[in-house]
């Protein structure tokens, strides 16, 4: 089922001033994941709750499946959530945990018991449902949670930062996870709150950005990496180097250097933004070079990621391993593909 906000404002405790959320428009199609990513304090839980009906907007509406909800109370609307804290009654074991939805709908005992084995079995929890929560880890946990959010099976389920109490090593398994149950609940559209772009970029359809209580941009993980269309979208969505370039003919002037990049029409003159992704910035001679001085180096296993000093702005570059990488304060001259560059409106820093 469909996810559509239209046109949402959101101010907690009738404070119009500073708005939790200011006009969000987004559409999530059925059977889609939408990940909504953003600094802390952008608005995310907040459109989350808009959804769920534990905030009323201020304006606006929510609509699922077509049908207008934003005047009924959350358990009216055939959503699952699962919060970062598992929010797991501690007193009730796991199968009464995952059971709790569907008794507060009276749903039959039959139905019940059938339908918690299918969502403990589908979550990988079979083999816990008599234990309670303290015995459990918080992958465990964080299963249960989900096992209990997908029990009354839900049309629309509401994911905020699922993972962030769990430790890396957990976090990857778990995100493998909920691909798997994405793959075999087509029909279930989620909305999925992180602040972590790998999350966002392995799990998500589409990715909506957002920043001070707006919607930044929204595309899919690639469109967003590839082609940003604006800076803070591209800082936030993978790394990336965004240096301030006056626009000539056919390419751009930085530091001294003309660089061949496509101008999208922008006229001769303008200030724009160059952002490149380090990855795509090469060591050594090439097309678009630029010279710059050695200020940090980092190896990190397969890839040195190194930190030069270009006119005074800092260019990374991520390049396979070096046999002999270049020290501190060392010249060097980096290069881009003209292909590998996107250029944006002139706005560097952001906030
Ligand atoms: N219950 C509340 N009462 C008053 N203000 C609130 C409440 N909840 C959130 N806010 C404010 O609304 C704004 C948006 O908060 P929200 O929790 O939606 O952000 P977020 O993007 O989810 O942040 P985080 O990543 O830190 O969870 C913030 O300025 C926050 O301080």
């Not at 699952?80 to 796991?94: E, N, T």
């Not at 005992?109 to 918080?138: D, F, K, N, W």
């Not at 049309?155 to 962030?164: A, F, G, I, K, N």
Request: proline letters at 6%; charged letters at 20%; one cysteine or more.
């Amino acid at each position: 089922m469909g996810i559509r906000l239209d046109s949402v404002t959101v101010a907690y405790d009738g404070n119009v001033d500073t708005l939790a959320l200011d006009s969000l428009d987004l559409t999530v199609e059925p059977g889609e994941v939408m990940a909504l990513l953003g600094p802390s304090g952008s608005g995310k839980t907040t459109a989350l709750r808009a959804v769920a009906g534990f905030v009323r907007p201020v304006s606006g509406r929510v609509l699922l499946g077509g049908r207008d909800v934003t005047d009924l109370p959350p358990y009216r609307r055939g959503i699952g959530m699962v919060v970062q804290s598992y929010a797991l009654f501690p007193h009730l074991r796991v199968d009464e945990n995952v059971a709790f939805g569907l008794r507060a709908r009276k749903t039959a005992r039959s139905e019940i018991r059938q339908r918690v084995a299918e969502a403990l079995e589908m979550t990988g929890m079979a083999a816990y449902a008599r234990r309670h929560p303290r015995e459990l880890s918080g992958g465990q946990q964080q299963r249960v949670a989900i096992a209990r959010a997908l029990a009354i099976r839900p049309d629309v389920l509401l994911l905020d930062e699922p993972l962030s109490a769990l430790d890396a090593r957990l976090r990857s398994g778990m995100l493998a996870e909920l691909a798997r149950l994405h793959r075999e609940l087509p029909d279930v559209s989620m909305l999925y709150v992180t602040h972590d772009q790998v999350e966002a970029l392995t799990l998500a359809d589409r990715i909506a950005v957002m920043d001070k209580a707006r919607l930044q941009s929204c595309g899919t993980p690639r469109e967003l990496y590839r082609s940003p269309a604006d800076a803070f979208t591209a800082s936030f969505v993978g790394g990336a180097n965004l240096v301030p370039v006056t626009v000539g003919t056919g390419g751009v002037s930085f530091a001294g250097a003309e660089l061949k990049v496509g101008t999208n029409g922008v006229a001769a003159g303008a200030r724009a933004t160059l952002c490149v992704r380090p990855h795509l910035v090469g060591l050594g001679q090439g097309p678009n070079q630029l010279a710059g001085v050695v200020r940090e180096i980092q190896w990190r296993g397969a890839t040195h990621r190194l930190y030069v000093e270009v006119d005074g702005h800092t260019v990374m570059a991520d390049v396979r391993e070096l046999k002999a990488p270049p020290v501190h304060g060392d010249p060097v001259t980096l290069h881009f593909m003209p292909d590998d560059a996107v250029l944006l409106p002139a706005e560097v820093s952001h906030g």
